[in-house]
């Protein structure tokens, strides 16, 4: 398992080529808007560039973690890897292919759930699976669907709808839903930030045991620096916007399988969680420094 982040310039993808993902120069600009109704009601504005000149590898089997201050890229960027998004230059691949739009490939874990909210628990799973792999029977959809409900906990509440289960069972069941498409990449973008302090703790401790018995290469935002060192193997740590750029990546030594109690307990631990605090503390002072002197 290795990840690096190279220097923009003088990067050769033939040299990549173990990389899952690999970036290259990636920058998006989101157009202002010019049109004459809107000079006409003064909301005209210039050409945002969010992202600029991102280079980032992740290994097959990688738990990678990004963090930043808010607003500085981070779903930009993942959005893009989903091809949810396109980038306004610059290369993204996945096993040496172009990543044009959202596939299989991807799992995607959404902040809000993203669920059908008249369909039931199962229903939501199954209809991703049906979706994904519609040639196959429906006794086999149905198995899938049950494992991954046993997979994260939710026995016993196939048939509710999503009003009618906790945030962290919703999650759970966005988590379920990307992972029985059987995706080679999880891509989560805080996927814990809506819930409370122990329900996050709790699935974060799920979503810790589900990786050791899938090791599918996940990329997770996070605004937690205690998720982030709990779950990676490394820690993308992005500048603020606007051209927010990657700053640094760290190595997190911790052993696996991981538990809270020996993680915390780490020699490295308190160092990681010290350098992350003052680049987030660094970052997030400057935004609110150019804030206040427009
Ligand atoms: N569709 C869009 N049109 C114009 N600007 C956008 C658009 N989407 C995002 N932006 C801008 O791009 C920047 C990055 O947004 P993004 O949502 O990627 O940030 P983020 O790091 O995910 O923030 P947060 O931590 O708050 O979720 C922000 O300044 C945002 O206002
Ligand atoms: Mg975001």
Redesign the pocket.
Known sequence: MNLSVSSPSNINHQTMTTSQISLRHVS?V?PGRKGWLNKLTGQATSD?L??DDINLDIEHNTFVSII????????????IIAGLSSATSGSILMNGQPIAKPGPDRGMVFQNYALMPWMSVEDNIRFAVETVYPKISPKEQSRIVKEHIQLVGLVGAEKKRPNEISGGMRQRVGIARALAINPQILLM??PFGALDALTRGFLQDEVERIWEQERKTAIM?T?SIEEALLLSDRIVM?TR??A?KIDEILEVPFPRPRDRTTVENHPAYLKLKQEMEEHLYRETRAVEAARLSR
Request: net charge neutral; hydrophobic share 35%.
């Open positions: 998006k989101f945002f969010a992202i930043g201050p808010s607003g500085c890229g981070k779903s930009t960027l993942l959005n973008d805080e935002i605004h992005m916007g606007p927010a």
